[in-house]
């Protein structure tokens, strides 16, 4: 009988892990008996995009969930996704169908828990709420750890207790999975941690010495290595639970890396080319708009220059107008414009452009001539040292064909690491990113996979994506099974080894 562990770990980076795995005995070990390298993320590398495609072996524009988590609005804690995408359609649920026995903890945005062969728990993300099990009754022996919630946003000097708080709630849950997996009969265990994905996120530039707001040897240099030895604990925990015959994959949904340092204001390249109307009507300095634009981007780069960005955030919320500032419209009316820069992938180097077919038609452009104009006015920016700011630009047809494609914006592309996406007008096409202090570490394209150990089997490369994590569950847990019931998406990356 074949058994399999899956832990997924947010954020996790293949590079960064490689770094540190002379020192990771769990990590290395599972390596060296099976498989440790990069998986292929979805795009956007976006957490919520990203688990659903790995639970359901769907791309984005087939399961239709595009949401991204800003931890700058607002608005973030009552931000929830219609579970009816997914629910009944993962991979548990399928090994469920199966007959196989599935102990689930944790898997993102996967709330309120359902019906399984076995149990599930979970928590919400950023909604209020408990942490809820499948049967409701299903761990009453058990203290239950604190699910989902990712509602944190560490200033400077908090940082310490935050790193803390961080690693005793995720060896919670760590250690509440580990002993229904000693007490109860599984196949499929699948749990997720979310807080590596945090650490990088506000940690980086403390560990990162390229990074330009480095600050110098400092107290939090050791955390990014301190949490990945961390996690090796927890892995070692989670073997000892499972005991010998179990494969562990350890799988992440995106990358992670520095996050950029400088932005390229999209809609400011969009309005020199026509493409894109300002709001500001008639002479420019007599627009309050402007001014408050001009005087908001001052403001941020000040702080930012002075090290004061955590006060920033402390005022913003005083003074009514900032809250309006951050909608990304502010400056610009989608409606009046051929083209705007989405908001859909952050600030990131990642992204996607707006072209509205109902302008086109007022102004009688055609609307593919259009997407090839600006795709061919993204290649063709540089920068001062001459190299492209866009690593590519497409239709989004080209690299998408499912029932939702219209969920992403009609161009996308990816920069170079250095550039963030960023929506202000009336600034340089290029600028320092004023709050790169606050969050240093970003998403990036490639993921992780450790798998081991994989006895007579082996990984077929070329098929490493994300979306075959769920084919590639159910083959193996099915290989020894008689149902032979084909997965709902994707190709299984793993095969039994030719004799
Ligand atoms: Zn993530």
Redesign the pocket.
């Given at each position: 009988m074949k058994r399999l562990v899956i832990i997924g770990m947010?954020?996790m980076d293949w590079p960064l892990l490689e770094r540190f795995l002379p020192r990771l005995p769990a990590f290395s070990r599972l390596a060296a008996s099976g498989y440790g390298g990069e998986l292929e993320a979805i795009f956007p590398p976006?957490?919520i995009p990203?688990?659903i495609s790995i639970f359901t072996g769907l791309d984005p524009s087939h399961h239709g969930i595009l949401e991204t988590i800003d931890y700058f609005k607002k608005d973030a804690r009552e931000f929830s996704v219609d579970t009816g995408a997914f629910r009944g359609r993962t991979f548990w649920d399928e090994a469920s169908r199966a007959g196989k026995k599935v102990i689930v903890v944790n898997p993102l945005m996967a709330f309120p828990p359902w019906e399984v062969n076995g149990i599930m728990a979970s928590g919400p993300v950023f909604i209020s709420g408990e942490t809820a099990t499948w049967p409701g009754s299903a761990a009453q022996e058990l203290e239950l750890p604190a699910l989902g919630g990712i509602v944190d946003f560490p200033d400077q000097k908090d940082l310490a207790g935050f790193y803390d708080k961080t690693r005793e709630e995720t060896y919670a849950i760590v250690d509440f999975t580990a002993k229904l997996m000693e007490r109860r009969p599984w196949d499929l265990t699948f749990v997720t941690l979310?807080t590596l994905?945090r650490i990088l996120h506000f940690f980086w530039r403390y560990y990162d010495r390229e990074d330009p707001t480095y600050p110098g040897p400092n107290r939090h240099e050791d955390r990014v290595a301190d949490f990945h030895l961390f996690l090796d604990k927890c892995v070692e925990r989670l073997i000892e639970a499972a005991g010998e015959d179990a494969l562990f994959m350890i799988i992440?949904?995106?990358g992670h890396a520095r996050r950029p340092p400088l932005l390229f204001n999209l809609n400011q390249l969009l309005m020199e080319n026509g493409l894109l109307e300002s709001r500001i009507r008639g002479p420019k300095l007599l627009s309050p708009r402007y001014h408050v634009e001009r005087a908001k981007n001052f403001t941020l780069e000040t702080l930012h220059r002075l090290d004061l960005e955590d006060l920033s955030y402390k005022f913003a919320h005083l003074f009514p107008w900032t809250r309006k500032l951050k909608r990304k419209d502010f400056m610009t009316s989608p409606r009046a414009n051929l083209a705007t820069a989405s908001g859909f992938g952050g600030t990131n180097p990642f992204g996607g452009i707006d072209v509205s077919r109902q302008r086109c038609r007022e102004e009688g452009v055609e609307y593919e001539e259009l997407r090839d104009r600006i795709i061919g006015l993204l290649l063709r920016q540089v920068d001062k040292e001459g190299h492209p700011c866009f690593l590519w630009a497409r239709r989004r047809e080209e690299m998408f064909a499912g029932p939702f494609i219209n969920r992403y914006p009609d161009i996308l592309y990816e920069m170079q690491p250095r550039y963030g996406t960023n929506w202000s007008l009336h600034l340089p096409l290029i600028t320092l990113n004023p709050r790169h202090r606050k969050i240093s570490g970003g998403?990036r394209k490639n993921s992780v996979l450790v798998a081991g150990p994989l006895q007579n089997w082996e990984v077929v490369p070329e098929k490493l994506t994300s979306l075959n994590i769920a084919a590639s569950a159910l083959s193996w847990l099915e290989s020894g099974a008689e149902s032979g019931r084909p997965p709902a998406a994707g190709e299984s990356f793993l095969r039994r080894k030719a004799k």
């Amino acid at each position: 009988m074949k058994r399999l562990v899956i832990i997924g770990m947010d954020g996790m980076d293949w590079p960064l892990l490689e770094r540190f795995l002379p020192r990771l005995p769990a990590f290395s070990r599972l390596a060296a008996s099976g498989y440790g390298g990069e998986l292929e993320a979805i795009f956007p590398p976006d957490s919520i995009p990203s688990w659903i495609s790995i639970f359901t072996g769907l791309d984005p524009s087939h399961h239709g969930i595009l949401e991204t988590i800003d931890y700058f609005k607002k608005d973030a804690r009552e931000f929830s996704v219609d579970t009816g995408a997914f629910r009944g359609r993962t991979f548990w649920d399928e090994a469920s169908r199966a007959g196989k026995k599935v102990i689930v903890v944790n898997p993102l945005m996967a709330f309120p828990p359902w019906e399984v062969n076995g149990i599930m728990a979970s928590g919400p993300v950023f909604i209020s709420g408990e942490t809820a099990t499948w049967p409701g009754s299903a761990a009453q022996e058990l203290e239950l750890p604190a699910l989902g919630g990712i509602v944190d946003f560490p200033d400077q000097k908090d940082l310490a207790g935050f790193y803390d708080k961080t690693r005793e709630e995720t060896y919670a849950i760590v250690d509440f999975t580990a002993k229904l997996m000693e007490r109860r009969p599984w196949d499929l265990t699948f749990v997720t941690l979310l807080t590596l994905d945090r650490i990088l996120h506000f940690f980086w530039r403390y560990y990162d010495r390229e990074d330009p707001t480095y600050p110098g040897p400092n107290r939090h240099e050791d955390r990014v290595a301190d949490f990945h030895l961390f996690l090796d604990k927890c892995v070692e925990r989670l073997i000892e639970a499972a005991g010998e015959d179990a494969l562990f994959m350890i799988i992440s949904d995106h990358g992670h890396a520095r996050r950029p340092p400088l932005l390229f204001n999209l809609n400011q390249l969009l309005m020199e080319n026509g493409l894109l109307e300002s709001r500001i009507r008639g002479p420019k300095l007599l627009s309050p708009r402007y001014h408050v634009e001009r005087a908001k981007n001052f403001t941020l780069e000040t702080l930012h220059r002075l090290d004061l960005e955590d006060l920033s955030y402390k005022f913003a919320h005083l003074f009514p107008w900032t809250r309006k500032l951050k909608r990304k419209d502010f400056m610009t009316s989608p409606r009046a414009n051929l083209a705007t820069a989405s908001g859909f992938g952050g600030t990131n180097p990642f992204g996607g452009i707006d072209v509205s077919r109902q302008r086109c038609r007022e102004e009688g452009v055609e609307y593919e001539e259009l997407r090839d104009r600006i795709i061919g006015l993204l290649l063709r920016q540089v920068d001062k040292e001459g190299h492209p700011c866009f690593l590519w630009a497409r239709r989004r047809e080209e690299m998408f064909a499912g029932p939702f494609i219209n969920r992403y914006p009609d161009i996308l592309y990816e920069m170079q690491p250095r550039y963030g996406t960023n929506w202000s007008l009336h600034l340089p096409l290029i600028t320092l990113n004023p709050r790169h202090r606050k969050i240093s570490g970003g998403h990036r394209k490639n993921s992780v996979l450790v798998a081991g150990p994989l006895q007579n089997w082996e990984v077929v490369p070329e098929k490493l994506t994300s979306l075959n994590i769920a084919a590639s569950a159910l083959s193996w847990l099915e290989s020894g099974a008689e149902s032979g019931r084909p997965p709902a998406a994707g190709e299984s990356f793993l095969r039994r080894k030719a004799k």
